[in-house]
């Protein structure tokens, strides 16, 4: 078995190396060696979160690894073939349900059978894609090449307290839906829609929000407000979404001391940026893509920056597969696309 050694350091230096990295040592089934895990955070080793991605490999694949505990810095992954089914997974905090589920993705897709995944902890977390995302967003845009399946929240879960719930029912891509990513098309047409999210905070709050979106610079008047009510805890999530064909969703989230107006500001300023640079795909649908480019040994798409993410993603891929990745300075933005090696 071929051994991938990765330095958790290099780049970004977060958990997204470590994410990549057991993706694809599901899928090529090669023995995964990882070093200096998370070295970059204030915490460096895995947390729940992380340790909830290299269990979830593990159990998909039936594999083995050494290092599997909170705080450790070191990995030794075992893979062995993926296995479609029935998986259930509990972060045990608010940890990023999103990125469990994102992590064992594109293996199971792979593995010939459906399968349905469920994970409790956080789905609406400042530090990770919100469930919305995964639905709106990341979920058609990897269908247009044939990867598909479908979510469903079950329970709400905020940053700090966590216990949220969802749920993925994922299809096997087939051979005859072998077709690339391509994601070109400028989406500065597109109405503009806002979703305010509240949960065990005062109506003041979502008051407040509305009437800064309608004043903001983007003039939105399409704004939904919901009020959750099975959350273990408070929250406060703010999207805009921008629907042409696609939709691409910018998030901001409240906290203790953090202003309505900030909260506002934050969103509108990453959707009016995105407007401007003509781009089509957003800096955090960019990263998530390039695994399945990869897998298609094909696909492009324009977006609005190169994130650290996103370059460090690269280069862990590249140390798996027979691909590499161009890019391509354009006006108001890059084109990324992939070529076989």
């Given amino acids: 078995?071929?051994?991938?050694?990765?330095?958790?350091?290099?780049?970004?230096?977060?958990?997204?190396?470590?994410?990549?990295?057991?993706?694809?040592?599901?899928?090529?089934?090669?023995?995964?060696?990882?070093?200096?895990?998370?070295?970059?955070?204030?915490?460096?080793?895995?947390?729940?979160?992380?340790?909830?991605?290299?269990?979830?490999?593990?159990?998909?694949?039936?594999?083995?690894?050494?290092?599997?505990?909170?705080?450790?810095?070191?990995?030794?992954?075992?893979?062995?073939?993926?296995?479609?089914?029935?998986?259930?997974?509990?972060?045990?905090?608010?940890?990023?349900?999103?990125?469990?589920?994102?992590?064992?993705?594109?293996?199971?897709?792979?593995?010939?059978?459906?399968?349905?995944?469920?994970?409790?902890?956080?789905?609406?977390?400042?530090?990770?894609?919100?469930?919305?995302?995964?639905?709106?967003?990341?979920?058609?845009?990897?269908?247009?090449?044939?990867?598909?399946?479908?979510?469903?929240?079950?329970?709400?879960?905020?940053?700090?307290a966590g216990g949220g719930k969802i749920t993925f029912e994922i299809q096997p891509r087939h051979e005859s839906e072998d077709t690339a990513i391509d994601l070109c098309e400028s989406i500065s047409e597109a109405q503009i829609h806002a979703r305010i999210y509240t949960a065990r905070l005062p109506e003041h709050i979502a008051h407040k929000q509305k009437t800064l979106l309608r004043q903001s610079k983007l003039n939105i008047e399409h704004i939904e407000h919901v009020e959750v009510t099975d959350s273990d805890g408070p929250g406060?999530?703010?999207?805009?979404?921008?629907?042409?064909?696609?939709?691409?969703?910018?998030?901001?989230?409240?906290?203790r001391r953090k202003p309505s107006r900030d909260v506002v500001d934050e969103a509108v300023t990453l959707a009016s940026d995105f407007l401007t640079s003509g781009a089509a795909v957003d800096r955090y649908l960019a990263d998530q893509l390039l695994i399945y480019m990869a897998l298609s040994k094909a696909g492009q798409y324009t977006t609005n920056e190169l994130s650290t993410h996103l370059t460090t993603n690269i280069e862990t891929i590249k140390k798996f597969l027979p691909v590499d990745f161009k890019t391509e300075q354009q006006d108001g933005g890059y084109r990324v696309f992939c070529v076989p090696v």
């Fill in 236 to 255: 406060n999530c703010l999207m805009i979404s921008l629907v042409n064909k696609r939709t691409v969703i910018f998030t901001a989230f409240g906290m």
């Fill in 1 to 160: 078995m071929e051994t991938i050694y990765i330095d958790g350091s290099r780049g970004e230096g977060g958990g997204q190396i470590l994410r990549t990295s057991l993706t694809l040592a599901c899928v090529t089934g090669k023995h995964l060696r990882m070093e200096n895990i998370r070295s970059a955070r204030r915490k460096p080793g895995l947390a729940k979160q992380h340790l909830s991605c290299v269990h979830a490999s593990r159990q998909i694949c039936d594999g083995q690894c050494r290092g599997d505990a909170i705080g450790s810095q070191v990995l030794d992954f075992q893979p062995g073939p993926v296995r479609s089914g029935d998986y259930s997974f509990d972060i045990g905090s608010a940890g990023s349900a999103s990125l469990v589920i994102q992590t064992i993705l594109p293996a199971l897709f792979l593995a010939g059978k459906p399968s349905t995944v469920t994970v409790t902890g956080g789905t609406h977390n400042p530090w990770a894609p919100p469930f919305d995302f995964l639905r709106e967003a990341f979920i058609p845009a990897i269908a247009t090449a044939g990867f598909r399946a479908d979510c469903r929240l079950i329970k709400h879960g905020f940053f700090p």
